[in-house]
């Protein structure tokens, strides 16, 4: 079994920034990729980063350059720096824990960027 519990989501301006956790709970041992997706009312759940126990990552086109992935193996967290924020990343954003044939989701964390 494996929980997530995630922070850091919030209200911010155009252009400014957020750091999003999530801290996985329980089962965490061995090799796993951990990221981040977003869904909003009017879009499919999308891809945002990923990143792998060897700290390979992989960035949508939309927020490279804008959004840093990071996680610490030893507490088995992983983070979302996002920089440079626009009104189009508006949406509640979901932690994933994935290994072959599993993924558990986090509850979603919401982040809205508006003025």
């Known amino acids: 079994q494996v929980q997530l519990v995630e922070s850091g989501g919030g209200l911010v301006q155009p252009g400014g920034s957020l750091r999003l956790s999530c801290g996985a709970f329980g089962s965490t041992w061995g090799i796993y990729t951990m990221g981040w997706y977003r869904q909003t009312s009017e879009k499919q759940r999308e891809l945002v980063a990923t990143?792998?126990?060897?700290?390979?990552?992989n960035y949508a086109d939309s927020v490279k350059g804008r959004f840093t992935i990071s996680r610490d193996n030893a507490k088995s967290t992983v983070y979302l720096q996002m920089n440079s924020l626009r009104p189009e990343d508006t949406a509640v954003y979901y932690c994933?824990?994935?290994?072959?044939?599993?993924?558990?989701w986090g509850q979603g964390t919401q982040v809205t960027v508006s003025s």
């Open positions: 994933t824990f994935q290994r072959p044939l599993f993924t558990k």
């Open positions: 990143i792998t126990t060897g700290g390979s990552t």
